[in-house]
């Protein structure tokens, strides 16, 4: 086999090693959300997004204590079930 010949071997093997890495790496990523959850009782203390449910407070971050029933973050739809002590208070299109 003479130079160019394996030059062109070479070549060829490393695009098809790119594309197998292509197509497993878009595969093991999720599509983006169809929709949103608003799952309540998981908010660390500090980490909540936007105001409490029982309208204590109307901003995000104000979580005084960890997974307490008031407080809440967006997760994908279909996630908050699977986390303990996780419930779903709404659910909110995706833009």
Same mark, same amino acid.
């Given at each position: 086999?003479?130079? %160019?010949?394996?030059?062109?071997? !070479?070549? !060829? $093997?490393?695009? /098809?090693? =790119?594309?197998?890495? /292509?197509?497993? *790496?878009? %595969?093991a990523?999720?599509? $983006?959300?169809?929709?949103? +959850?608003?799952?309540? &009782?998981?908010?660390k203390? =500090? @980490?909540?997004?936007?105001? $409490?449910?029982? &309208?204590?407070?109307?901003?995000? #971050?104000?979580? *005084? ?5 008031? +407080? ?5 739809? #279909? *996630?908050? +079930? @699977?986390?303990?002590? &996780?419930?779903? /208070? ?6």
């Amino acid at each position: 086999m003479n130079s %160019s010949a394996r030059t062109k071997t !070479a070549i !060829a $093997s490393m695009l /098809a090693a =790119g594309a197998l890495l /292509a197509v497993n *790496t878009a %595969s093991a990523v999720p599509d $983006s959300p169809k929709a949103w +959850e608003k799952c309540a &009782g998981i908010a660390k203390t =500090g @980490k909540n997004d936007c105001g $409490s449910l029982d &309208g204590k407070h109307n901003c995000a #971050g104000q979580a *005084t204590t960890d997974n307490s029933a008031q +407080e809440w973050v967006y997760v994908p739809e #279909g *996630t908050c +079930e @699977k986390i303990t002590g &996780g419930v779903v /208070a709404k659910v909110k299109p995706a833009k």
